[in-house]
Structures are given as C-alpha cells and as structure tokens.
C-alpha cells in the first residue's frame, strides 16, 4: 500500500486548487468546515472518519443503506438476489452516467475489485478494503447490465457488504485513462451527485452539482469541505455566515450555539464505538495482558460521559451496539470500572513503573486531547505511569516502534452486525494484525477461528453463541478498551434542512439537504 505520507505528496503536488479566498455559505456554495480533510479521496484509498465523511457525496455502492435506518434500498443496482449462499446477482441501472460522462456497466463493477485494484495480492486499494471485502472470490459479468458476486465461503452479510464503505464503484475508463493508481488518486471518478472540481489536501476539497446524475439532482450547485483544525475558528465561522455546517461541535458548546438564534445544533452518538488501541507486541510492558486488563477496569467512563459529554453520549462496557439486533449481547454490558481490580491485576503483572507511551493526534476527535488527559489521570491513580505524546498525523501515531503502546481509535459498525465491526478491525490481515500489533496467542487464534464462522455462518442462532465467546475470548486478552459511542454533533444554518445518521458519513444529496 502507498504510505500516506506518499499520497498527502503526490495530490498536493498536481491537485487544482481554486484559491484561498472566503467563499460565502449558501445553497450557490455550501461550505462545511470539518477539522480535518482526508489525505486522499479515493475510496480505498485509506479507511477514517474523515474520508467516510465526503466520499458518501461522490460515489455510490450497488445498494444503498440508509444512514439513519440501516434499510437497503436500490443504489447502482436496481435489483438483487440470492443465488446460493455465497453468491448475489445484481441487476445493474441502465443510464447511470459517471462524472466524465462515461455510461456505467457491468465492466465497472468487476474491474473496481479486480486485479488491478483491489483482487491484487499487492493492489493499491487492498490494504484498506480488505478488512470489509477480505472473502470476496469474484466479481463476473453475466452480461453488461448484471454481475455476480462470490465470496469464498457462505456469507450472510454479502447484501450488507456491497452497501458500506470500500464498495463503492469507480469508472474503469477513468482509472485506464489516468494510467493507474498514482494519477487516478488526484481526480477519481464516481457516480454520485457531486463531482471533485479541486483539492487541495489540508486545506479545501471543492464539489460540484453533477447535472448528468441520474437522480434527484444535488441541493447545492457546489458543496466545499474547507479545513479548519481550531474550534473557535469553525465557530467564528459559523457565526458570520461563512459556513454552514460545522463537524465536531463539543457538548460546552451546544447551549451557546443553540442560543444564537440563527444555529440548530443536532446530533448525537454514532453506531462506533471510541476505544483504546494496545500494542501488545512492540512493548514488553503491554505484552501481559493484565496490564491491558488493568487500564479496562481503571477507567470511569460513566464520568468521562457526564463529565465531558454532559451526558450526550453512552458509555461503552464492550465493543457492541443494539442496532446489532439479536446479536446484541447485553450479559457484556456490565461496568467495567474496578479500581481496586485494577491494582491487583497490575501487582500480579510485576509492574515496575515503566513508562506507557499514548501517542494521539489530539484534534482528530471530539475533545481527544481532554479526554485523553483525563483517562491518564485514572491510569495514574491505580499507579500506571503514563505520558501522553501528542504527533501532527495518523502516519506518526502508528509508526512502528517500542513507544507505540497505545492509541486512539474508532470502532465504526459500517453495518448493524459485529463483523462490521470489532472482527472486521481485529480480524488476520486487519490493519493493526499487520502493522504488528497483535502477538500469536491461543486466545487470538481462538478469536480468529471463531470471526470465520462469524463470517461464514447462516444460522443465527450459531452466530449468537459464537459471537459471545469472541468477547468472552476477547476480555482474556484485550488488545482494545471500549470507552464510550462516538458523538458525531454538528452546528448548521437554520436555513438548512438536514439530519445527520448513524454512521459518520454525510448525506448532502436531495434525499436529506434542502435550503428554507
């Protein structure tokens, strides 16, 4: 996979950029400041909540899951079916046109996890996408309005898997006519109801209404994500009338802001849960699992929530969510916060003082810095000794090394079912697995024969219990803490109309944006 440095490069190098001056908000241009942009736009380019943010605008899956209800509707795809369990036909949409005015057909489809792209032992997308699409077998064309997809074994979730992120579906003419992966990146082409116009990595991306879309034609004529790191400026912002979204509004600020008169602020937790990454392998110190164990029951996350989020959040025992349904397990639920366990866990360790390195990219998430400070000063009082080391980018936070011990993360469920979500993260050949994070063990052997049949199962019963003893597996030998539900809040003009959903992406096409 290209390093991200390498990408960040290579767009800033040769992207458009339109210019630096203020672009007044409005349905002529909507501006959403956001905290930070993604270094790359494609797809499968790299799997955050920055890039899941704009690419919902730009392309489209073969289904379409609705952000705040989780229901599948026709995206690409018209219609679909099951051929057995481990297949799914799908009927493709006649006039679908792509950004470059190309016609969308069944060769699309298949060359967008093909060889090339992403079915490569070594292809570019792979890195990212195969946490999500890791069992796919193949994509074959049946004729140029209809393709079937296999997966290597029975799959329940295939229908799910093509209408989350990773699935969506790029142009084969426009990826070909770039000459491949390092030019495609710096202007990818979609299907959805916005078109890239400029980039500029770290400071704007500008959209454009698509007017050869084949739905309900884009609200806003052009949609600008600018990036502004500083809450007070995205704030500042808001006010004057220069934006008219702003992302990561913390709780102190939602009485002000509805206060104004002229600001809704709306939203609330996501389906994703914020938790703690260990890395169990690099650092001897992390390498007993009752250290991990220890900073589990260290940390109060009942006052994180009521202390920090005014209670606009929930807390997290366990890496689930009831929009898991059946699978919902709520015997894993029970409060994780035992000082005194804590203390006895690090005494049976033979703790001796040695540092705990958390690296963190302190504005990334909502309040992450002030949080994070809080949950050392728990760690500190059972008698871990911890510093917080604050890095400029995700590239410093995960750099290998003996000082890479813990850092935060986010645990999205891109679906409501647990493979979207602490397997998808954990499972072989995840990221972190291969990143060195994770250290053979019985317990994560164990883990991972368990995530297959997570994965492959058709009976839901099965899937149930075999869910309960990951976590139960999983609690033996944490390689993650599970804080608290992410808060997604935002501010808005009250001359919009939109809602937020579930899932960290935002939906600023005609079905959820209008202007008053």
Known sequence: MMKL???????????????SQIVCAGPDNMVVAVQQL??????????????????????????????KTGELHPGLAESWKRISPESVEFKLRKGVKFHDGTDFTADDVVFTFGEERFMGKNAPGRAAAVEFLGGL?????????????????????????????????????????????????????????????????????????FDGYWGDKAPAAKLTFVEVPELSSRVAGLRSGEFDLITEVPPDQVKPLSKD?????????????????????????????????????????DLLVQ????????????????????????????????????????KEAGYKGEQIVWR????????????????????????????????????QVEAAGKDRMINNASFS??????????????????????????????????FS?????????????RRKAVWGEMLKVFDANPYACPLYALPMIYAKQKNIEWQPGTQGSLDLSARNLKFK
């Open 261 to 301: 008169g002229k600001i809704d602020v709306i939203g609330g937790p996501i389906d994703n849960v914020y938790a703690l990454v260990f890395d169990a392998k690099s650092s001897p110190v992390l390498a007993s699992p009752k250290i991990r164990q220890a900073i589990i029951h260290a940390i109060d996350r």
């Open 413 to 446: 469920a891109y679906f409501p079912d647990p493979s979207s979500q602490l397997w998808r993260r954990m499972k072989p050949g995840s990221f972190w697995d291969v990143e060195g994070y994770f250290p053979a063990s019985d317990e994560y052997k164990r």
């Open 307 to 346: 202390a920090l989020f005014a209670g606009q959040t929930t807390p997290a025992n366990s890496f689930q969510l009831k929009t898991f349904g059946g699978l919902f397990l709520p015997e894993f639920e029970t409060k994780r916060y035992d000082p005194e366990k804590a203390k006895q866990l690090i």
């Open 5 to 19: 440095k390498t990408i960040a490069e290579a767009v800033i190098l040769t992207a458009a950029f339109a210019g």
């Open 38 to 67: 993604p270094v790359t736009v494609e797809p499968q380019g790299i799997n955050n909540n920055v890039l899941d943010r704009v690419a919902y605008s730009i392309y489209e899956t073969l289904i379409r899951a609705d952000l």
């Open 137 to 209: 077998k193949s994509v074959e064309k049946i004729d140029d309005y209809t393709v079937r997809v296999t997966m290597n074994a029975a799959d329940p979730l295939i229908e799910r898997r093509f209408a989350a992120r990773m699935s969506e579906i790029i142009s084969e003419d426009g990826w070909k006519k770039a000459g491949g992966w390092d030019n495609w990146i710096k202007c990818p082409i979609g299907t959805g109801p916005y078109r890239i116009s400029s980039f500029k990595v770290g400071n704007r991306l500008a959209l454009e209404r």
């Open 360 to 395: 963190i990219q302190p504005a990334y998430y909502t309040l992450e810095m002030t949080v994070t400070q809080a949950i050392a000063g728990m760690l500190k009082k059972v008698g871990l000794n911890v510093r917080i080391d604050v890095k400029e980018n995700w590239t």
């Open 449 to 461: 024969e368990l995530g297959k049949e997570l994965d492959t199962s058709v009976d839901p019963a």
